[in-house]
């Protein structure tokens, strides 16, 4: 599903963000990819949904060489995507619906229907009675909630979550979890980036650790 | 083109405009500022054109005799000049009538003509040719019809001033071309920039509408709708603008030149439907050359 070889990522003259990285990671996997801050778990995951691209090396994911993929080839493979981002990225300027069905309405699913999937997502998320707020009006546990709604309206092939719970309590920490194995465990591939030794503790699964850019 | 992303365009540029009402608003002053220099120019070309149709119309011919002709010659000139297409007699102007203008036009000085024992000056039949109808051989064949007349003189029309006409017109319509096309580049830069900016506004949705998987198509869209509406809006109000400025001041000025009186046109409407749809096109045109720009990356 997802392979990287030898990637290196630099920013400017900086020291790279990521050195010498392979990876491969199977379709159906739940991995988790640690380390501290700055240690290139962000970037790791920019590299798989193209945000950015390797300065050298190659990442293949789904099939597809992200090297030379076309723009609207991107497109279609970022919507099999779903991607919890660090900051969100939730747009200030539509409501949490609006933001919810920004993944379905790009795709040109018919309005009622988005209707539905949202109100549905929404629920399963108990952002139910905040459809209509701004993020602007939201903590930072609902807007941390919103982005996952996002991602995973459509049912993604792949979920990449970057630290999903770094702004929620002990509680709703377990809640959301619970709610990735749930989707991982309906197939999706799930990735989840994070510094906290916590959600590590009593986990089987796979992790990854990186270090000033190398896997460690 | 799915109905489903149809409306979703036209609804997402409707909202944004809503949402960004006074960064619209400036864009649409800027945008009508821009239309409407343009729109004064080309309201300066149209009349100018129109001037020098008018005045191309028409030509006149002079016919001048060797004496007095008697009443029944004149009637048959004029009679067989009625035969050609497109010409009209002016007047007949006799020998004394000749003398009486130019005394008038000599004013004080119309004693020097009291020395004079016998009339020099010739009588004269003023004829017009309408441009319209007749081709542009037909002033040679009148004139030399007209010269084998043995009571007829001389027949003058000048050629030069049909060929300077025809070279005014060619030379008004270049510099309108040159002249146009510049100052619509300068419409279109100036609106490129103005949607810029609102473009620039709006970067980290376009970010985050890419992430999320919408195409390069999806993002534009509305942006060139909106680009489009606000261009429409920006040429209407400066048409109104430009129509209130011929109303209250234009349509009063009265212009003379010589005999002819100048009246000064406004766009016709096809014209300013023209124009409108061109406002349209700019603001689309526009739009398409700021999000090029942006989508390089
Ligand atoms: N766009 C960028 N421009 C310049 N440097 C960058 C950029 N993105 C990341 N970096 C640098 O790359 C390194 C790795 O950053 P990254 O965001 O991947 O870390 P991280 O492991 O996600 O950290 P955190 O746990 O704090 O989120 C950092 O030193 C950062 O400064
Ligand atoms: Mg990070």
């Known amino acids: 599903m997802i392979q990287l070889f030898n990637v290196y990522k630099t920013f400017g003259s900086k020291n790279p963000a990521l050195i010498d990285v392979s990876l491969k990671i199977n379709k159906g996997e739940f991995v988790f990819i640690t380390g501290p801050s700055g240690a290139g778990k962000t970037t790791l995951l920019k590299i798989i949904f193209c945000a950015e691209k390797p300065t050298s090396g190659h990442a293949l994911v789904n099939g597809r060489n992200l090297n030379r993929i076309k723009d609207r080839e991107l497109s279609l493979l970022r919507r099999r995507i779903g991607v919890v981002f660090q900051d969100f990225k939730l747009l200030p300027g539509r409501n949490v619906f609006e933001n919810v069905a920004l993944s379905l309405e790009i795709m040109g699913v018919p309005l009622s229907m988005i209707r539905k999937k949202a109100h549905q997502t929404l629920r399963y998320l108990g952002l139910a009675k905040k459809e209509d707020y701004y993020p602007p009006q939201l903590s930072g546990g609902e807007q941390q909630r919103v982005a996952i709604a996002r991602a995973i309206i459509n049912n993604p092939l792949i979920l990449l979550a970057d630290e999903p719970t770094g702004n929620l309590d002990p509680d709703l920490t377990m809640e959301i979890m619970a709610l990735l194995r749930e989707i991982h465990s309906k197939g999706t591939t799930v990735i989840v980036a994070t510094h906290s030794q916590e959600l590590l503790k009593d986990t089987t699964r796979r992790i990854v650790a990186l270090n000033k850019g190398r896997i460690v | 083109m799915k109905i489903t992303f149809f409306r979703y365009f036209v609804r997402q540029a409707l909202a944004n405009i809503f949402k960004n009402r006074l960064g619209h608003l400036i864009g649409v002053g800027t945008m009508a500022i821009a239309f409407l220099i343009f729109n004064t120019f080309i309201l300066v070309f149209v009349n100018l054109n129109h001037w020098t149709k008018e005045w191309g119309r028409s030509m006149s011919m002079s016919v001048y005799f060797k004496g007095e002709p008697d009443r029944v010659s004149l009637e048959n000139i004029k009679k067989e000049l009625l035969h050609f297409h497109g010409v009209t007699t002016k007047r007949f102007i006799s020998k004394d009538d000749a003398m009486e203008s130019l005394r008038r036009r000599l004013g004080e000085k119309a004693g020097l003509l009291d020395g004079l024992k016998e009339n020099p000056l010739p009588a004269c039949l003023e004829i017009i040719l309408s441009r319209d109808k007749s081709g542009d051989s037909l002033p ?78 999806f993002v534009k869209i509305p942006f060139l709708i909106e680009g489009a509406i606000q261009g429409f809006l920006g040429g209407l109000i400066a048409l109104i603008v430009l129509f209130l400025i011929y109303i209250i001041v234009i349509s009063r000025v009265d212009l003379r030149v010589g005999f002819a009186s100048l009246d000064i046109i406004f766009l016709s409407p096809q014209f300013i439907l023209f124009l409108l749809i061109i406002s349209g096109i700019i603001g689309f045109i526009g739009s398409t050359i700021s999000l090029g720009r942006f989508f390089r990356i």
């Open chain 2, 140 to 217: 040679y064949q009148l004139k030399t019809r007209l010269e084998k007349i043995d009571i007829v003189d001389e027949v003058q029309y000048s050629q030069e001033w049909i060929s300077r006409f025809q070279a005014i017109m060619k030379a008004i319509k270049l510099i309108g071309m040159v002249f146009g096309g510049l100052l619509f580049l300068a419409a279109l830069f100036i609106i490129t920039n103005t949607i810029k900016l609102t473009i620039y506004a709006r970067k980290d949705e376009i970010e985050i509408l890419k992430l999320v998987g919408a195409t390069n198509r």
